[in-house]
């Protein structure tokens, strides 16, 4: 990998974390999820992600491109659960 690859895999890292910390603490701070709810909420949330379908000519390619999206958007989930875990475990301190 060159290091313009490393630089940009790293930006779309770094992008995906604040996201993913904006994101939790807007749901906990507006009440929309609890720390006890949250593995219920990523779980619809999956659920509805599982459901995006693509608009293109191919169905397999549609299909492939829906399976994508879907587990992309768990992996975000998983990071924002570990989040939560580490934000949880340090107010118990």
Known sequence: MDDDAIKL???????E???C???LVTLLASGAVR????????EGFVAGAA?????VPDAALSDHLSG????A???LLRLEK???EQTMSGRSR
């Open 82 to 84: 570990t989040l939560l």
């Open 17 to 19: 974390y604040l996201l």
């Open 68 to 71: 994508e999206w879907e587990e």
């Open 9 to 15: 895999e790293m930006r779309i890292s770094a992008i």
């Open 73 to 75: 958007i768990a992996r």
């Open 35 to 42: 720390p006890e709810t949250f593995d219920e909420f990523a």
């Open 21 to 23: 910390k904006m994101h």
């Open 51 to 55: 459901q995006q379908k693509f608009p």
